[in-house]
Protein backbone atom coordinates (compact mmCIF):
# COMPACT_ATOMS: atom_id res chain seq x y z
CA UNK A 1 0.00 0.00 0.00
CA UNK A 2 1.17 3.60 -0.75
CA UNK A 3 1.73 6.76 1.46
CA UNK A 4 -1.50 8.20 0.16
CA UNK A 5 -3.58 5.30 0.57
CA UNK A 6 -2.14 4.62 4.42
CA UNK A 7 -2.65 8.61 4.97
CA UNK A 8 -6.14 8.13 3.39
CA UNK A 9 -7.05 5.24 5.34
CA UNK A 10 -5.98 6.90 8.55
CA UNK A 11 -7.51 10.23 7.82
CA UNK A 12 -10.94 7.98 7.41
CA UNK A 13 -10.44 5.96 10.57
CA UNK A 14 -9.71 9.12 12.67
CA UNK A 15 -13.05 11.20 11.11
CA UNK A 16 -15.06 7.86 11.73
CA UNK A 17 -13.72 6.85 15.13
CA UNK A 18 -14.73 10.35 16.88
CA UNK A 19 -17.75 10.51 14.76
CA UNK A 20 -19.05 7.35 15.67
CA UNK A 21 -18.17 7.84 19.44
CA UNK A 22 -19.84 11.28 19.64
CA UNK A 23 -22.89 9.97 17.74
CA UNK A 24 -23.90 6.87 18.18
CA UNK A 25 -26.52 5.38 21.02
CA UNK A 26 -24.75 1.49 21.19
CA UNK A 27 -25.57 -0.52 23.89
CA UNK A 28 -21.71 -1.60 26.61
CA UNK A 29 -20.57 -5.00 24.94
CA UNK A 30 -23.23 -4.89 22.36
CA UNK A 31 -20.60 -5.40 19.35
CA UNK A 32 -18.07 -7.74 21.48
CA UNK A 33 -18.27 -10.85 19.48
CA UNK A 34 -16.65 -8.67 16.74
CA UNK A 35 -13.34 -8.47 17.99
CA UNK A 36 -10.47 -10.54 17.09
CA UNK A 37 -12.48 -11.52 13.78
CA UNK A 38 -11.63 -11.23 9.90
CA UNK A 39 -12.96 -12.32 6.42
CA UNK A 40 -15.69 -14.81 7.02
CA UNK A 41 -15.73 -15.48 10.32
CA UNK A 42 -16.60 -11.66 11.12
CA UNK A 43 -19.42 -11.71 8.29
CA UNK A 44 -20.98 -14.93 10.81
CA UNK A 45 -20.67 -13.16 13.87
CA UNK A 46 -22.45 -10.54 12.57
CA UNK A 47 -24.71 -12.83 10.97
CA UNK A 48 -25.11 -14.34 14.98
CA UNK A 49 -25.86 -11.11 15.93
CA UNK A 50 -28.02 -9.61 14.15
CA UNK A 51 -30.26 -12.55 13.28
CA UNK A 52 -31.40 -12.27 16.89
CA UNK A 53 -33.98 -9.83 16.87
CA UNK A 54 -37.61 -9.35 17.22
CA UNK A 55 -39.67 -10.24 14.24
CA UNK A 56 -41.98 -7.83 13.87
CA UNK A 57 -45.95 -8.39 12.42
CA UNK A 58 -46.20 -6.79 8.78
CA UNK A 59 -49.27 -4.81 9.91
CA UNK A 60 -47.52 -3.31 12.15
CA UNK A 61 -45.04 -1.81 10.18
CA UNK A 62 -46.85 1.85 10.02
CA UNK A 63 -47.18 2.00 13.18
CA UNK A 64 -43.28 2.01 13.92
CA UNK A 65 -42.45 3.96 10.70
CA UNK A 66 -43.09 7.64 12.43
CA UNK A 67 -40.41 6.79 14.80
CA UNK A 68 -37.74 5.35 11.76
CA UNK A 69 -38.66 7.58 8.74
CA UNK A 70 -39.65 10.87 9.92
CA UNK A 71 -37.82 14.42 9.52
CA UNK A 72 -36.53 15.98 12.61
CA UNK A 73 -37.89 18.95 11.99
CA UNK A 74 -41.46 17.99 11.10
CA UNK A 75 -42.26 14.36 13.07
CA UNK A 76 -45.34 13.56 10.93
CA UNK A 77 -43.63 13.95 7.53
CA UNK A 78 -42.70 10.66 6.06
CA UNK A 79 -38.89 10.67 4.78
CA UNK A 80 -39.46 8.90 1.46
CA UNK A 81 -36.12 8.16 -0.13
CA UNK A 82 -37.88 7.34 -3.45
CA UNK A 83 -39.67 10.82 -4.41
CA UNK A 84 -39.94 14.40 -3.73
CA UNK A 85 -43.36 14.21 -2.71
CA UNK A 86 -44.79 15.21 0.55
CA UNK A 87 -46.44 12.62 1.82
CA UNK A 88 -47.49 13.19 5.97
CA UNK A 89 -48.41 10.14 8.47
CA UNK A 90 -51.89 11.09 8.78
CA UNK A 91 -52.30 9.89 4.78
CA UNK A 92 -49.91 7.72 3.77
CA UNK A 93 -52.44 5.94 0.90
CA UNK A 94 -50.16 6.21 -1.62
CA UNK A 95 -47.25 4.75 -0.57
CA UNK A 96 -45.76 1.14 -0.44
CA UNK A 97 -43.81 -0.49 2.76
CA UNK A 98 -40.76 -1.65 0.54
CA UNK A 99 -38.59 -4.21 0.81
CA UNK A 100 -35.20 -2.02 -0.61
CA UNK A 101 -33.82 -5.96 -0.92
CA UNK A 102 -36.67 -7.39 -2.96
CA UNK A 103 -38.42 -9.67 -1.25
CA UNK A 104 -38.84 -12.25 -3.94
CA UNK A 105 -34.49 -12.60 -4.65
CA UNK A 106 -35.39 -14.53 -1.19
CA UNK A 107 -38.47 -16.96 -1.84
CA UNK A 108 -37.39 -20.36 -1.68
CA UNK A 109 -39.22 -23.11 -3.95
CA UNK A 110 -41.30 -26.02 -1.73
CA UNK A 111 -44.06 -26.12 0.92
CA UNK A 112 -42.85 -22.92 3.00
CA UNK A 113 -41.78 -21.17 0.01
CA UNK A 114 -43.99 -17.92 1.43
CA UNK A 115 -41.66 -15.06 1.59
CA UNK A 116 -44.31 -13.64 4.81
CA UNK A 117 -42.87 -16.60 6.48
CA UNK A 118 -39.77 -15.40 6.40
CA UNK A 119 -38.07 -12.55 9.16
CA UNK A 120 -36.58 -11.05 5.82
CA UNK A 121 -40.08 -9.83 5.12
CA UNK A 122 -40.86 -7.51 8.27
CA UNK A 123 -37.05 -6.57 9.20
CA UNK A 124 -37.40 -3.09 9.44
CA UNK A 125 -33.73 -2.06 8.67
CA UNK A 126 -34.59 -3.07 5.06
CA UNK A 127 -38.02 -1.50 4.96
CA UNK A 128 -39.01 1.42 4.21
CA UNK A 129 -41.50 3.82 3.48
CA UNK A 130 -41.62 4.49 -0.74
CA UNK A 131 -43.80 6.87 -3.07
CA UNK A 132 -45.99 3.85 -4.59
CA UNK A 133 -45.06 4.84 -8.14
CA UNK A 134 -41.55 4.77 -7.91
CA UNK A 135 -41.94 1.47 -5.92
CA UNK A 136 -44.36 0.04 -8.60
CA UNK A 137 -40.84 1.33 -11.37
CA UNK A 138 -38.54 0.15 -9.04
CA UNK A 139 -40.34 -3.35 -9.60
CA UNK A 140 -37.20 -5.98 -8.41
CA UNK A 141 -34.79 -5.05 -10.42
CA UNK A 142 -31.25 -4.80 -8.97
CA UNK A 143 -29.52 -1.75 -7.39
CA UNK A 144 -27.09 0.04 -10.42
CA UNK A 145 -26.24 2.85 -12.46
CA UNK A 146 -28.58 3.76 -15.21
CA UNK A 147 -27.21 4.73 -18.84
CA UNK A 148 -30.55 4.90 -20.73
CA UNK A 149 -33.12 5.92 -18.52
CA UNK A 150 -36.86 5.16 -18.58
CA UNK A 151 -38.22 6.10 -15.47
CA UNK A 152 -36.88 8.57 -13.30
CA UNK A 153 -38.93 11.02 -10.61
CA UNK A 154 -35.90 13.49 -9.77
CA UNK A 155 -34.99 10.89 -6.86
CA UNK A 156 -35.59 7.30 -7.98
CA UNK A 157 -34.17 6.21 -11.44
CA UNK A 158 -34.78 2.75 -13.61
CA UNK A 159 -33.24 2.01 -16.90
CA UNK A 160 -30.67 0.15 -18.82
CA UNK A 161 -27.65 -0.68 -16.61
CA UNK A 162 -24.16 0.60 -17.49
CA UNK A 163 -21.48 -2.17 -19.01
CA UNK A 164 -20.39 -4.76 -16.48
CA UNK A 165 -23.60 -4.28 -14.26
CA UNK A 166 -27.12 -5.57 -13.41
CA UNK A 167 -26.14 -9.24 -13.12
CA UNK A 168 -28.15 -10.15 -16.09
CA UNK A 169 -31.12 -7.81 -14.87
CA UNK A 170 -32.33 -6.05 -18.11
CA UNK A 171 -33.13 -2.59 -16.06
CA UNK A 172 -31.85 -1.66 -12.99
CA UNK A 173 -32.76 1.30 -9.63
CA UNK A 174 -30.33 3.63 -9.13
CA UNK A 175 -31.22 6.26 -5.88
CA UNK A 176 -30.50 9.62 -5.41
CA UNK A 177 -26.45 10.03 -4.47
CA UNK A 178 -27.25 11.54 -1.43
CA UNK A 179 -29.60 7.70 -0.74
CA UNK A 180 -26.97 5.70 -2.17
CA UNK A 181 -24.79 5.18 0.88
CA UNK A 182 -28.00 4.36 2.97
CA UNK A 183 -28.90 1.18 0.17
CA UNK A 184 -25.38 0.05 0.67
CA UNK A 185 -25.13 0.03 4.21
CA UNK A 186 -28.74 -1.81 3.98
CA UNK A 187 -27.49 -4.57 1.37
CA UNK A 188 -24.43 -5.19 3.56
CA UNK A 189 -26.49 -5.76 6.45
CA UNK A 190 -28.97 -8.51 5.00
CA UNK A 191 -26.22 -10.11 3.05
CA UNK A 192 -24.73 -10.72 6.49
CA UNK A 193 -27.90 -11.13 8.54
CA UNK A 194 -29.59 -13.67 6.23
CA UNK A 195 -26.68 -15.37 4.87
CA UNK A 196 -28.06 -18.52 5.38
CA UNK A 197 -30.71 -17.92 2.44
CA UNK A 198 -30.60 -19.39 -0.86
CA UNK A 199 -31.04 -17.20 -3.50
CA UNK A 200 -33.48 -17.36 -6.27
CA UNK A 201 -32.46 -14.17 -8.19
CA UNK A 202 -28.60 -13.70 -8.34
CA UNK A 203 -28.18 -10.38 -10.04
CA UNK A 204 -26.24 -9.09 -6.94
CA UNK A 205 -26.10 -12.29 -4.95
CA UNK A 206 -25.27 -15.92 -5.08
CA UNK A 207 -24.81 -19.33 -3.42
CA UNK A 208 -21.44 -19.99 -4.33
CA UNK A 209 -19.08 -18.28 -1.65
CA UNK A 210 -19.40 -16.65 1.65
CA UNK A 211 -18.81 -13.30 0.73
CA UNK A 212 -22.40 -13.12 -0.63
CA UNK A 213 -22.84 -10.63 -3.21
CA UNK A 214 -21.23 -10.63 -7.15
CA UNK A 215 -17.89 -9.05 -8.04
CA UNK A 216 -19.91 -6.17 -9.70
CA UNK A 217 -22.36 -5.65 -6.91
CA UNK A 218 -19.12 -5.49 -4.30
CA UNK A 219 -17.58 -2.86 -6.31
CA UNK A 220 -20.93 -0.80 -6.50
CA UNK A 221 -21.89 -1.00 -3.10
CA UNK A 222 -18.43 -0.66 -1.52
CA UNK A 223 -17.84 2.81 -3.61
CA UNK A 224 -21.22 4.03 -3.17
CA UNK A 225 -20.48 3.11 0.91
CA UNK A 226 -17.23 5.06 0.58
CA UNK A 227 -18.80 8.57 -1.01
CA UNK A 228 -22.20 8.68 0.84
CA UNK A 229 -21.05 8.86 4.15
CA UNK A 230 -23.44 7.37 7.25
CA UNK A 231 -25.60 10.46 7.86
CA UNK A 232 -27.83 12.15 10.53
CA UNK A 233 -30.80 10.34 9.17
CA UNK A 234 -29.59 6.70 9.47
CA UNK A 235 -27.53 6.94 13.26
CA UNK A 236 -30.95 8.30 14.18
CA UNK A 237 -32.84 5.62 12.33
CA UNK A 238 -31.03 2.63 13.54
CA UNK A 239 -31.41 4.19 17.24
CA UNK A 240 -35.14 3.88 16.90
CA UNK A 241 -35.22 0.57 15.09
CA UNK A 242 -33.25 -0.92 17.91
CA UNK A 243 -36.41 0.40 20.00
CA UNK A 244 -38.61 -1.30 17.62
CA UNK A 245 -37.08 -4.85 17.16
CA UNK A 246 -33.60 -4.80 19.21
CA UNK A 247 -31.21 -5.10 16.95
CA UNK A 248 -28.15 -2.59 15.11
CA UNK A 249 -27.39 -2.53 11.44
CA UNK A 250 -23.23 -2.11 12.33
CA UNK A 251 -22.61 -1.02 9.34
CA UNK A 252 -24.03 2.45 10.26
CA UNK A 253 -22.58 1.98 14.17
CA UNK A 254 -18.85 0.99 12.01
CA UNK A 255 -18.69 2.63 9.03
CA UNK A 256 -15.70 0.94 8.31
CA UNK A 257 -16.80 -2.31 9.01
CA UNK A 258 -17.24 -3.25 5.19
CA UNK A 259 -13.88 -2.51 3.52
CA UNK A 260 -12.88 -6.14 6.31
CA UNK A 261 -15.83 -8.50 4.31
CA UNK A 262 -15.32 -6.55 0.38
CA UNK A 263 -13.04 -3.48 0.51
CA UNK A 264 -9.79 -2.40 1.69
CA UNK A 265 -8.89 -4.17 4.18
CA UNK A 266 -10.03 -8.04 3.65
CA UNK A 267 -8.05 -10.36 5.54
CA UNK A 268 -7.34 -7.65 8.50
CA UNK A 269 -8.36 -8.48 11.26
CA UNK A 270 -10.94 -6.23 12.85
CA UNK A 271 -10.46 -4.42 16.12
CA UNK A 272 -13.57 -2.48 18.18
CA UNK A 273 -10.77 0.10 19.34
CA UNK A 274 -10.56 0.87 15.77
CA UNK A 275 -14.15 2.28 15.47
CA UNK A 276 -13.71 3.80 18.70
CA UNK A 277 -15.73 1.46 20.72
CA UNK A 278 -14.00 -0.37 23.90
CA UNK A 279 -14.36 -4.00 23.93
CA UNK A 280 -14.37 -6.53 27.26
CA UNK A 281 -12.34 -8.35 26.51
CA UNK A 282 -11.82 -9.87 30.32
CA UNK A 283 -14.27 -11.33 32.63
CA UNK A 284 -16.85 -8.47 33.47
CA UNK A 285 -16.55 -7.24 36.76
CA UNK A 286 -18.46 -4.30 37.04
CA UNK A 287 -21.92 -3.64 38.12
CA UNK A 288 -24.70 -5.98 36.60
CA UNK A 289 -26.60 -4.40 33.79
CA UNK A 290 -28.91 -5.09 30.85
CA UNK A 291 -27.79 -4.52 27.32
CA UNK A 292 -31.01 -5.73 25.78
CA UNK A 293 -34.27 -4.87 25.60
CA UNK A 294 -33.50 -0.98 26.63
CA UNK A 295 -35.43 0.84 29.06
CA UNK A 296 -38.97 2.54 26.85
CA UNK A 297 -38.73 -0.01 24.34
CA UNK A 298 -42.09 -0.32 22.58
CA UNK A 299 -43.51 -3.87 21.00
CA UNK A 300 -46.31 -3.38 18.72
CA UNK A 301 -47.94 -5.82 17.51
CA UNK A 302 -50.66 -4.23 15.26
CA UNK A 303 -53.70 -5.49 14.72
CA UNK A 304 -54.90 -8.62 15.38
CA UNK A 305 -58.41 -10.56 14.80
CA UNK A 306 -60.41 -12.11 17.40
CA UNK A 307 -60.22 -15.75 17.61
CA UNK A 308 -56.33 -15.05 16.29
CA UNK A 309 -53.06 -14.49 18.64
CA UNK A 310 -49.57 -13.43 17.75
CA UNK A 311 -46.58 -14.33 18.90
CA UNK A 312 -43.17 -11.92 19.43
CA UNK A 313 -39.54 -12.88 21.24
CA UNK A 314 -37.26 -10.15 22.71
CA UNK A 315 -34.15 -11.03 23.10
CA UNK A 316 -32.84 -10.65 27.17
CA UNK A 317 -29.50 -10.28 27.68
CA UNK A 318 -27.16 -8.96 29.76
CA UNK A 319 -23.54 -8.59 31.38
CA UNK A 320 -22.68 -8.98 35.05
CA UNK A 321 -25.98 -10.49 36.15
CA UNK A 322 -25.66 -12.15 39.25
CA UNK A 323 -28.68 -13.53 39.97
CA UNK A 324 -31.84 -14.76 37.76
CA UNK A 325 -33.71 -12.31 36.13
CA UNK A 326 -37.63 -11.56 37.29
CA UNK A 327 -40.08 -10.78 34.02
CA UNK A 328 -43.65 -10.26 34.21
CA UNK A 329 -46.90 -9.03 32.48
CA UNK A 330 -48.35 -6.41 34.83
CA UNK A 331 -50.50 -3.44 34.64
CA UNK A 332 -53.89 -2.55 32.57
CA UNK A 333 -54.73 -4.81 29.89
CA UNK A 334 -52.57 -7.77 31.17
CA UNK A 335 -54.34 -10.51 31.19
CA UNK A 336 -54.26 -10.27 27.14
CA UNK A 337 -50.22 -10.82 27.02
CA UNK A 338 -48.99 -13.42 28.36
CA UNK A 339 -45.05 -15.05 28.63
CA UNK A 340 -43.96 -19.10 29.52
CA UNK A 341 -41.57 -17.92 32.13
CA UNK A 342 -41.33 -15.87 35.42
CA UNK A 343 -37.81 -16.03 35.68
CA UNK A 344 -34.53 -16.46 33.28
CA UNK A 345 -31.27 -17.58 34.87
CA UNK A 346 -28.56 -15.34 35.03
CA UNK A 347 -26.37 -17.47 32.98
CA UNK A 348 -28.60 -17.48 30.12
CA UNK A 349 -29.03 -13.91 30.20
CA UNK A 350 -25.19 -12.78 30.69
CA UNK A 351 -24.22 -15.21 27.44
CA UNK A 352 -23.34 -14.13 23.94
CA UNK A 353 -26.66 -15.03 22.61
CA UNK A 354 -29.20 -13.92 25.54
CA UNK A 355 -32.58 -15.24 26.51
CA UNK A 356 -35.49 -15.43 23.28
CA UNK A 357 -38.41 -14.12 25.35
CA UNK A 358 -41.88 -15.20 23.53
CA UNK A 359 -44.63 -12.60 24.37
CA UNK A 360 -47.71 -13.81 22.97
CA UNK A 361 -50.86 -11.68 22.66
CA UNK A 362 -54.36 -13.12 22.62
CA UNK A 363 -57.25 -10.85 22.76
CA UNK A 364 -60.59 -11.93 23.90
CA UNK A 365 -62.81 -8.35 23.02
CA UNK A 366 -61.98 -5.95 20.54
CA UNK A 367 -60.40 -2.79 21.26
CA UNK A 368 -56.94 -1.80 22.09
CA UNK A 369 -54.94 -3.22 24.84
CA UNK A 370 -51.81 -2.13 26.21
CA UNK A 371 -49.22 -3.43 29.10
CA UNK A 372 -45.79 -3.33 30.35
CA UNK A 373 -43.45 -5.82 30.71
CA UNK A 374 -41.25 -5.86 33.51
CA UNK A 375 -37.61 -6.84 33.35
CA UNK A 376 -35.98 -6.54 37.22
CA UNK A 377 -33.63 -8.66 39.64
CA UNK A 378 -30.58 -9.96 38.88
CA UNK A 379 -28.34 -7.74 40.74
CA UNK A 380 -29.92 -4.41 38.81
CA UNK A 381 -30.38 -1.13 40.11
CA UNK A 382 -34.22 -0.45 39.20
CA UNK A 383 -35.60 -1.96 36.31
CA UNK A 384 -36.18 -2.15 32.82
CA UNK A 385 -40.32 -1.89 31.22
CA UNK A 386 -41.23 -2.48 27.82
CA UNK A 387 -44.45 -1.13 26.54
CA UNK A 388 -46.52 -3.41 24.83
CA UNK A 389 -49.16 -2.33 22.53
CA UNK A 390 -52.25 -4.07 20.21
CA UNK A 391 -55.65 -3.15 18.96
CA UNK A 392 -58.13 -6.37 18.37
CA UNK A 393 -60.25 -5.91 15.42
CA UNK A 394 -63.44 -8.25 13.85
CA UNK A 395 -62.50 -11.29 11.66
CA UNK A 396 -62.61 -9.58 8.70
CA UNK A 397 -64.75 -11.21 5.90
CA UNK A 398 -62.74 -11.70 2.99
CA UNK A 399 -64.06 -11.73 -1.10
CA UNK A 400 -62.91 -13.63 -3.79
CA UNK A 401 -60.43 -12.01 -6.19
CA UNK A 402 -60.87 -12.24 -10.21
CA UNK A 403 -57.08 -12.84 -11.68
CA UNK A 404 -56.78 -10.83 -15.26
CA UNK A 405 -54.74 -11.86 -17.89
CA UNK A 406 -51.19 -10.80 -18.27
CA UNK A 407 -49.72 -8.12 -20.15
CA UNK A 408 -46.25 -7.40 -21.37
CA UNK A 409 -45.37 -10.69 -22.01
CA UNK A 410 -42.05 -11.42 -23.59
CA UNK A 411 -40.04 -14.43 -23.67
CA UNK A 412 -38.41 -13.81 -20.10
CA UNK A 413 -41.28 -12.12 -18.33
CA UNK A 414 -44.80 -10.96 -17.95
CA UNK A 415 -46.81 -8.82 -15.22
CA UNK A 416 -49.64 -10.84 -13.42
CA UNK A 417 -52.82 -8.47 -12.96
CA UNK A 418 -55.84 -8.44 -10.91
CA UNK A 419 -58.95 -6.87 -10.06
CA UNK A 420 -58.09 -4.83 -5.86
CA UNK A 421 -60.31 -6.43 -3.07
CA UNK A 422 -63.29 -4.16 -2.17
CA UNK A 423 -62.32 -4.99 1.21
CA UNK A 424 -59.41 -3.37 3.68
CA UNK A 425 -56.26 -6.16 3.03
CA UNK A 426 -52.75 -6.38 3.87
CA UNK A 427 -51.48 -7.92 1.25
CA UNK A 428 -51.84 -10.22 -1.74
CA UNK A 429 -50.30 -13.16 -2.22
CA UNK A 430 -50.00 -14.79 -5.99
CA UNK A 431 -49.22 -18.48 -6.27
CA UNK A 432 -47.50 -19.37 -9.47
CA UNK A 433 -46.82 -23.09 -10.96
CA UNK A 434 -44.33 -23.46 -13.44
CA UNK A 435 -44.76 -26.66 -15.44
CA UNK A 436 -41.53 -27.76 -17.89
CA UNK A 437 -39.32 -25.06 -15.36
CA UNK A 438 -36.31 -24.75 -17.26
CA UNK A 439 -37.51 -27.50 -20.15
CA UNK A 440 -37.18 -30.52 -18.02
CA UNK A 441 -40.36 -31.21 -17.24
CA UNK A 442 -40.04 -30.31 -13.99
CA UNK A 443 -43.44 -28.59 -12.03
CA UNK A 444 -42.41 -25.95 -9.45
CA UNK A 445 -45.25 -24.05 -7.32
CA UNK A 446 -44.51 -21.04 -4.80
CA UNK A 447 -45.99 -18.04 -3.53
CA UNK A 448 -45.21 -14.20 -3.84
CA UNK A 449 -46.65 -11.44 -1.42
CA UNK A 450 -46.86 -7.96 -2.61
CA UNK A 451 -46.04 -4.77 -0.66
CA UNK A 452 -49.50 -4.08 0.63
CA UNK A 453 -53.27 -4.08 -0.44
CA UNK A 454 -52.61 -1.15 -3.37
CA UNK A 455 -50.64 -3.37 -5.38
CA UNK A 456 -52.93 -5.08 -8.37
CA UNK A 457 -49.78 -6.45 -10.37
CA UNK A 458 -46.94 -8.54 -9.79
CA UNK A 459 -43.70 -8.45 -12.37
CA UNK A 460 -42.24 -11.87 -13.17
CA UNK A 461 -38.92 -11.47 -14.49
CA UNK A 462 -37.43 -15.24 -14.79
CA UNK A 463 -39.43 -16.97 -17.24
CA UNK A 464 -37.84 -19.46 -19.56
CA UNK A 465 -38.23 -20.47 -22.91
CA UNK A 466 -40.76 -23.70 -23.73
CA UNK A 467 -42.40 -23.11 -20.24
CA UNK A 468 -45.65 -22.53 -19.35
CA UNK A 469 -46.96 -20.33 -16.46
CA UNK A 470 -50.20 -20.18 -14.16
CA UNK A 471 -51.05 -18.23 -11.46
CA UNK A 472 -54.13 -17.20 -9.42
CA UNK A 473 -54.35 -14.27 -6.37
CA UNK A 474 -55.64 -14.33 -3.04
CA UNK A 475 -55.90 -11.49 -0.58
CA UNK A 476 -54.89 -11.85 3.17
CA UNK A 477 -55.74 -9.94 6.16
CA UNK A 478 -54.48 -10.64 9.56
CA UNK A 479 -54.11 -14.49 9.40
CA UNK A 480 -57.02 -15.12 7.20
CA UNK A 481 -57.04 -15.83 3.54
CA UNK A 482 -59.91 -15.10 0.44
CA UNK A 483 -60.41 -18.68 -1.87
CA UNK A 484 -57.99 -18.34 -4.50
CA UNK A 485 -59.18 -16.45 -7.77
CA UNK A 486 -59.47 -17.86 -10.96
CA UNK A 487 -56.09 -19.46 -12.70
CA UNK A 488 -54.89 -17.31 -15.40
CA UNK A 489 -51.89 -19.10 -17.98
CA UNK A 490 -48.85 -18.00 -19.18
CA UNK A 491 -47.79 -20.39 -22.13
CA UNK A 492 -44.77 -21.43 -24.02
CA UNK A 493 -45.79 -19.30 -27.00
CA UNK A 494 -47.13 -16.38 -24.48
CA UNK A 495 -50.70 -16.40 -25.02
CA UNK A 496 -52.63 -15.78 -21.75
CA UNK A 497 -55.50 -16.24 -20.16
CA UNK A 498 -58.42 -19.07 -20.18
CA UNK A 499 -61.40 -17.55 -21.55
CA UNK A 500 -65.39 -18.54 -20.39
CA UNK A 501 -66.04 -19.82 -23.79
CA UNK A 502 -62.99 -21.50 -24.23
CA UNK A 503 -62.90 -23.35 -20.72
CA UNK A 504 -60.50 -26.05 -21.92
CA UNK A 505 -56.80 -25.68 -22.63
CA UNK A 506 -54.20 -29.13 -23.31
CA UNK A 507 -50.79 -27.80 -23.04
CA UNK A 508 -47.80 -30.33 -24.72
CA UNK A 509 -44.82 -30.93 -22.50
CA UNK A 510 -42.63 -33.29 -22.25
CA UNK A 511 -43.54 -36.68 -20.89
CA UNK A 512 -47.46 -35.64 -21.51
CA UNK A 513 -49.86 -33.34 -21.84
CA UNK A 514 -51.03 -30.29 -19.27
CA UNK A 515 -54.73 -29.46 -18.94
CA UNK A 516 -56.10 -26.10 -18.08
CA UNK A 517 -59.55 -25.34 -17.63
CA UNK A 518 -62.00 -22.67 -15.78
CA UNK A 519 -63.99 -25.72 -14.68
CA UNK A 520 -64.23 -28.98 -14.33
CA UNK A 521 -65.03 -30.86 -17.85
CA UNK A 522 -66.13 -34.46 -16.55
CA UNK A 523 -65.20 -37.59 -18.21
CA UNK A 524 -62.20 -38.14 -20.56
CA UNK A 525 -60.80 -40.17 -23.15
CA UNK A 526 -57.37 -40.40 -24.48
CA UNK A 527 -57.35 -42.00 -27.57
CA UNK A 528 -54.01 -43.29 -29.43
CA UNK A 529 -54.52 -42.97 -33.55
CA UNK A 530 -55.10 -46.56 -33.79
CA UNK A 531 -58.39 -45.91 -31.79
CA UNK A 532 -56.95 -47.63 -28.60
CA UNK A 533 -57.98 -45.81 -25.39
CA UNK A 534 -54.68 -45.53 -23.69
CA UNK A 535 -55.54 -43.50 -20.39
CA UNK A 536 -59.33 -43.00 -19.15
CA UNK A 537 -60.20 -40.01 -16.26
CA UNK A 538 -63.59 -39.86 -14.60
CA UNK A 539 -63.16 -36.18 -14.03
CA UNK A 540 -60.87 -33.94 -16.16
CA UNK A 541 -59.64 -30.85 -13.39
CA UNK A 542 -57.60 -27.95 -13.63
CA UNK A 543 -53.60 -28.25 -13.47
CA UNK A 544 -54.01 -32.02 -14.31
CA UNK A 545 -50.65 -33.63 -15.66
CA UNK A 546 -51.28 -36.83 -18.09
CA UNK A 547 -48.27 -38.91 -18.71
CA UNK A 548 -47.74 -40.17 -22.07
CA UNK A 549 -45.11 -41.63 -24.26
CA UNK A 550 -44.19 -40.32 -27.15
CA UNK A 551 -46.62 -40.00 -30.06
CA UNK A 552 -49.82 -38.61 -31.18
CA UNK A 553 -52.91 -38.91 -29.74
CA UNK A 554 -56.70 -37.35 -29.45
CA UNK A 555 -58.44 -35.83 -26.10
CA UNK A 556 -62.31 -35.88 -26.05
CA UNK A 557 -64.11 -34.86 -23.13
CA UNK A 558 -67.79 -35.76 -22.35
CA UNK A 559 -68.11 -31.74 -22.45
CA UNK A 560 -66.29 -30.94 -25.59
CA UNK A 561 -68.23 -31.54 -29.47
CA UNK A 562 -64.82 -32.10 -30.91
CA UNK A 563 -61.39 -34.14 -29.80
CA UNK A 564 -58.08 -32.15 -28.96
CA UNK A 565 -54.82 -33.95 -31.38
CA UNK A 566 -51.92 -33.71 -29.58
CA UNK A 567 -48.18 -34.89 -30.21
CA UNK A 568 -46.32 -35.61 -27.14
CA UNK A 569 -42.27 -35.22 -27.87
Known amino acids: MNHKSICRMVAMMVTITLWTAATATIPAGYYDSLEGKSGEALKTAIHELAMRHTVLSYNSLWNYFPETDRYPDDHNKVWDMYSNNNYYFTNTWSMNREHSLPKSWWAITGENSNTAL ?14 AEANYEKSNWPLGEVSTVLYDNGVTKVGYPKTGQGGGASKVFEPDDRYKGDFARTYFYMACTYQHYRWRYTYMLNNDNWKSFNNWSIELLCRW ?9 ETD ?12 NPFIDIPQLFEYIWGDRQGQVFYLSEAGILPDTTTYTGDPELIAPTQNTVLDFGEVALGKSLDYTIYIKGRGLTNPLSVQIYLYDEQMFSIPVSTVSRTMANSAEGYPLTITYTPT ?8 LLIHDGGLTGSVGVMLKARCVAVPTLSTLEALAATDVTSDGYIANWKPASEQVDYYVLTRTIYNKNNNGEVVTETFTTDDGNTTSYHFGDRQPGETHTYS ?7 YMSEPSNVITVDASGLTGIE ?8 TME ?4 IKCSESVGRADVYDLSGRIVRHIDNLTDDMFLALPRGIYLLKTSTSRTAWKVAVQ
Do not use: F, W
Open 225 to 233: ARNDAVSDK
Open 473 to 479: VQSYRLG
Open 511 to 514: GGIL
Open 365 to 372: AVGEHTSR
Open 118 to 131: YPSYTDIMHLYPAD
Open 500 to 507: ADKPLLVL
Open 237 to 248: RNDAVQKCQNNR
